[in-house]
């Protein structure tokens, strides 16, 4: 199954650690990142994803505003200038080791962070990716020497 992410979520999945606006939303993002972990791939859409799902029911979904869509073409532009590859409506992306790492060493050294402007939970995130992103729920398997398998 194909996991549908608006692109600034694909940063805010790097250094989730459980927390969100409610129980029903963090069980919600605790599947997808167990999803993802397990090697299931992305497609990317515009406006609402998977993980907006439980607050669209909301009388004023944040989700709708255009703060969140400033928050996805920013995220796009980094994301697309790091990977060298389509962000944007309809793209498929597998966050498999490599590109899960390269992501966040990006991430961590500020390169990829233009959406997280203004964000509710940038220092929580930063928090997640100053403590190496060990407490995050997305993982994907690395040998002894913490290279991707």
């Not at 597998?94 to 220092?123: N, T, Y």
Request: proline share 6%; charged share 25%.
């Amino acid at each position: 199954m194909t996991i549908r992410l608006r692109a600034h979520h694909l940063l805010c999945l790097l250094t989730y650690v459980g927390k969100g606006y409610s129980p029903v939303f963090t069980a919600n993002y605790d599947g997808i990142a167990e999803r993802l972990s397990r090697g299931e791939d992305i497609v990317l859409v515009s406006g609402p994803d998977d993980i907006c799902a439980p607050l669209l029911y909301e009388p004023e979904p944040h989700c709708l505003r255009e703060g969140a869509a400033e928050r996805d073409r920013q995220a796009a532009e980094d994301v697309e200038a790091l990977l060298s590859r389509p962000i944007r409506d309809g793209a498929r992306l597998d966050v498999d080791a490599p590109i899960l790492m390269r992501v966040r060493q990006a991430f961590s050294a500020g390169h990829v962070r233009k959406a997280c402007g203004g964000c509710e939970w940038s220092v929580l995130c930063g928090a997640g990716a100053s403590g190496g992103y060990r407490d995050t729920r997305l993982q994907r398997p690395v040998d002894a020497q913490n290279r991707p398998i």
